[in-house]
Nanobody, 126 residues
Framework: QVQLVESGGGLVQTGGSLRLSCAASGRTFSIYRLAWFRQAPGKEREFVASITRNLGTTVYGDSVKGRFTISRDNAKNTVYLQMNTLKPEDTAVYYC???????????????????WGQGTQVTVSS
């Protein structure tokens, strides 16, 4: 079992920045990849970014490239999402997720991830 707790969401104006954090606990040694997804009302859950736990290899969704940065601190079992130049279309609930690499699925697919946090709301006002 892996438990995930997100923090750092809130309300920000267009062009502003926020930093999300996700603290993992439990069987953290089994984590292969950590990711952030987001879901806006009426829309499907969307891949935002991922990072592998050991090598730190990062991948970003097209809509956030150049604006968001994912990073991790293995000593703290925490993954971060630095969000800059925020836009109203970034408004969503942001979820942290963990992939144990059990299914070998795509990093972009939500069903590849075995554990999820409760989500944190990010609202960008225009």
């Amino acid at each position: 079992q892996v438990q995930l707790v997100e923090s750092g969401g809130g309300l920000v104006q267009t062009g502003g920045s926020l930093r999300l954090s996700c603290a993992a606990s439990g069987r953290t040694f089994s984590i292969y990849r950590l990711a952030w997804f987001r879901q806006a009302p009426g829309k499907e859950r969307e891949f935002v970014a991922s990072i592998t736990r050991n090598l730190g290899t990062t991948v970003y969704g097209d809509s956030v490239k150049g604006r968001f940065t994912i990073s991790r601190d293995n000593a703290k079992n925490t993954v971060y999402l630095q969000m800059n130049t925020l836009k109203p279309e970034d408004t969503a609930v942001y979820y942290c997720a963990v992939d144990l690499n059990l299914s070998g699925g795509s990093r972009y697919a939500a069903n590849s991830y075995e554990y999820w946090g409760q989500g944190t709301q990010v609202t960008v006002s225009s």
